[in-house]
């Protein structure tokens, strides 16, 4: 029934696309990993991302976006359905399923990223797509500020049906400060079951040349002190090398980022106490980036993972020492 439902919204897209003022735009990303892990001394592959996208401009101030993930992680998943409407210019309103406006790593598309996997940021902390409501307003110039603010449901992208009480709210403003230097703010606040889980982010990157360099810090709490506050920080740098024959350029890459202890706030044990998902880590990953000199972008990633948990923590089969290459191609 799902995949009978994915397929109508596909072709109703496609469909719609006929009336619009321009070409539809359609995109893919396909992600395929092979990682050794050193600790079990076992292998596997996988397909982590089979995306494809339509987009297009209906009208002037018309515009729709419908993104399909056939195989996340085996999965078929509805990423994007949305339609943007930009009454005035720089200011727009977008209503449906996306991902909303939070953190600089969470928002990043696969084909973006700059590591095979993802920070803790990114996957474990400040990872939401959610059904609702974003504004957002973009100045011009050579220094832009970019404002987005929206409520959701806060239950999922599976469960839209169910009415709310609580209100879920996520807002983040970005301003460039010179041509090379992003700063970002942001903060968000779900009601995932019967707790409230406020997060606030603050990052940078300074972005010139060869040279990206980024750090990002988030900050979770959980209300009535129902579980102990949440620390995450991510750290990475990319050094492009050009290169004039199979490969367009090599990147070297550093990165490290830790998390404490948190929970879902949905989890709970027989006294109805919140339960800890993932445990307090702290991980540093080397990596080569091999870039496809291409019209379309094509790399080969090759990651080294070293964690480290604390004592008690309890590590997830993924979650340990690896060795990760990963090609990924996106039209």
Avoid at 116 to 141: E, P, W
Avoid at 171 to 200: E, F, G, H
């Amino acid at each position: 029934m799902k995949k009978t439902t994915l397929l109508i919204l596909a072709l109703c897209a496609l469909c719609a696309a006929q009336a619009q003022i321009g070409p539809p735009e359609l995109h893919g990303t396909i992600r395929t990993k092979f990682e050794y892990q050193t600790g079990m001394n076992a292998t596997r592959f996988e397909v982590r991302n089979a995306r494809i996208s339509l987009a297009g401009q209906l009208l002037p101030i018309v515009a729709y976006k419908a993104e399909i993930d056939l195989c996340d992680e085996g999965q078929i998943k509805m990423l994007d359905a949305y339609a943007r409407l930009t009454p005035l210019r720089g200011f727009t309103v977008t209503a449906g399923q996306m991902r909303v406006p939070f953190t600089i790593d969470a928002h990043r598309s696969p084909h973006l990223r700059y590591f095979a996997n993802r920070s803790f940021i990114a996957k474990q902390v400040g990872n939401v797509r959610d059904v609702g409501l974003t504004l957002g307003y973009k100045t011009g110039g050579t220094r832009p500020v970019t404002l987005e603010a929206g409520l959701y449901n806060g239950s999922g992208l599976t469960n839209q049906k169910v009415w709310h009480k609580e209100i879920n709210y996520s807002a983040k403003a970005q301003y460039m400060i010179t041509p090379a230097i992003n700063l970002t703010l942001s903060v968000q606040s779900i009601v995932p079951d019967k707790v409230r889980l406020s997060s606030y982010d603050i990052g940078a990157f300074y972005r010139n040349g060869r040279f990206h360099l980024e750090g990002e810090y988030l900050f979770k709490t959980y209300s009535h002190e129902s579980y102990d506050d949440v620390h995450a920080f991510n750290t990475f740098i990319n050094y492009d090398l050009p290169l004039r024959k199979t490969f367009h350029k090599i990147s070297f890459l550093a990165r490290y980022d830790m998390m404490t202890g948190q929970s879902d706030g949905k989890s709970t044990d027989e006294t109805g106490a919140l339960i800890t998902t993932d445990y307090r880590r702290q991980r540093v990953t080397g990596g080569l980036t091999l870039s496809l000199g291409t019209p379309f972008t094509a790399d080969i990633r090759l990651n080294y993972e070293k964690y480290f948990y604390a004592r008690g923590s309890i590590a997830k089969e993924s979650e340990q020492d690896k060795v990760v290459v990963e090609l990924m191609v996106r039209f």
